[in-house]
């Protein structure tokens, strides 16, 4: 369950300089149109700060290659999503990070 698409759940500067701006899903992702919009909408947000004056300022160290996006989920996604996610990978990439799913432990 994707929830409030306009804030970042979780953002973290790295030693290295890059940073992990961290989407929680708050239960297992449905396959459903609603679910993959709140998810597109919530990417587009980090994506948007990502690419902002703030948070170069804040990561003035970080690059497309220590920039990642990471989906953390509580259950491994059903192969439906598993495709949708993978789409997504291309598009974060063209606006200077990585895309990730990460399973809770």
């Known amino acids: ?10 953002f973290g500067v790295r030693k290295d300089g890059g940073a ?6 708050g239960g297992p992702l449905d396959e459903s149109p ?3 919009a709140l998810l597109l909408d919530k990417i587009e947000a980090y994506l948007g700060y990502i690419n902002s004056p703030a948070f170069h300022e804040e990561c003035p160290q970080a690059t497309a290659k220590t920039t990642r996006i990471i989906l953390r989920l509580s259950e491994p996604p059903t192969p439906l999503m ?3 996610l ?3 990978v291309p598009w974060t990439t063209a606006y ?3 895309f990730f799913v990460e399973l809770a432990p």
């Open 1 to 10: 369950m994707i929830t409030d698409p306009d804030s970042i759940d979780l």
């Open 20 to 25: 992990d701006l961290v989407i929680v899903s």
């Open 34 to 36: 609603e679910t993959q």
């Open 82 to 84: 598993r495709q949708f």
């Open 86 to 88: 993978e789409r997504i």
């Open 96 to 98: 200077h990070t990585s």
